[in-house]
Each structure stands twice: as structure tokens, then as C-alpha cells.
């Protein structure tokens, strides 16, 4: 679970659009770029090389 505050000023780091969080994936989405970044040990991966394609996220 990440913390409500945090997840407000989070941006994605290219767009600087929203990001949705899913908990049940534990992943941040960025719907303009079509893309997410996954939170590792309660800790949000925003670096630019790090999001994968939003198809991949198919589990």
C-alpha cells in the first residue's frame, strides 16, 4: 500500500500527467503514456527507462 499523500504529488516523470495507482498490482499507470511503473518494496520506480507498456500488464 502506498501512502494517499505520497500518491497525490506523484506525477509520472515524463508527461508530469496523474497516476493511477492499482493496488492489486502494486503498479502506478499513466493512462496518457500508456505505460506503468512498479512500486518495489513499498517504494514507486519513476525513472523514464523503468516503465513498461501498459499491454504487458496483463496478469
Known amino acids: 500500500m502506498i ?3 505520497l500518491l497525490e504529488i506523484l506525477a509520472c516523470p515524463v508527461c508530469k500527467g496523474n ?3 492499482r493496488e492489486d498490482r502494486e ?4 493512462n496518457q503514456c500508456k ?3 512498479e512500486i518495489r ?4 520506480v519513476l ?5 513498461k507498456p ?6
Open 41 to 44: 518494496e513499498g517504494i514507486p
Open 47 to 51: 525513472l523514464p527507462d523503468s516503465s
Open 19 to 21: 497516476l493511477e495507482y
Open 3 to 5: 501512502d494517499p499523500d
Open 27 to 30: 503498479i502506478l499507470v499513466c
Open 54 to 59: 501498459l499491454e504487458e500488464d496483463r496478469s
Open 35 to 37: 505505460v506503468y511503473y
